[in-house]
């Protein structure tokens, strides 16, 4: 696996070995001591997710305050523009951002962890997003951070007719949102 350090280097991006022959292809998605060496400690995943979603889709920018769910995210089916923004306020990189293209054709995955918010904008007629997480969904925690924010300036490919839930539209501005230390 290939481990790129991004802007904000505690967000990965991993690129797996791809094994292609005259039959298909086969890949590691995950590997538990691989992706300890990557990241750097052991890892415990809890939960798969897995969504749909259509062109113009935005989802997110989602984060747990109390219980943090970092995540392993990858596509399987399109192509999506993945963001993490850093929401530490002791990080040299908060309130900064970082975005990916990950689809089944580049096979990357994006390493979220503690400390940020997550989002993705698909970009494909569809796209199918699996991701892991480190701890179970706990809706007393759930924060959205507006995608839309100029303090974040994410340069999301496409800012028209896109399509996202209520509770996404009205997402905390960062200068009002429950953070971390």
């Given at each position: 696996m290939n481990v790129v350090r991004t802007a904000i280097p505690e967000v990965l991006l991993l690129q797996p070995v791809v094994h292609q022959d005259a039959r298909g292809y086969f890949l590691e998605s995950y590997n538990r001591q691989t992706f300890a060496a990557a990241v750097g400690r052991d890892v415990t995943f809890v939960q798969d997710n897995h969504s749909r979603s259509d062109r113009r889709v935005l989802r997110g920018l989602h984060y747990q305050i109390q219980r943090p769910q970092e995540k392993l995210v990858r596509v399987v089916a399109g192509e999506i523009f993945d963001v993490a923004v850093d929401l530490r306020t002791s990080s040299p990189t908060f309130g900064k951002w970082v975005g990916h293209l990950l689809s089944s054709r580049n096979m990357a995955m994006t390493w979220v962890?503690?400390?940020?918010?997550?989002?993705?904008?698909?970009?494909?007629?569809y796209a199918e997003v699996i991701y892991k997480t480190t701890d179970h969904r706990f809706p007393e925690a759930e924060r959205v951070l507006l995608?839309?924010?100029a303090a974040l300036?994410?340069?999301?490919?496409?800012?028209?007719g896109l399509v996202m839930s209520?509770?996404?539209?009205?997402?905390?501005?960062?200068?009002?949102?429950?953070?971390?230390?």
């Open positions: 962890p503690e400390g940020f918010a997550h989002g993705f904008l698909v970009l494909s007629d995608w839309s924010d300036g994410i340069d999301w490919p496409i800012r028209e209520a509770r996404d539209q009205a997402g905390s501005l960062l200068r009002d949102a429950e953070l971390y230390e």
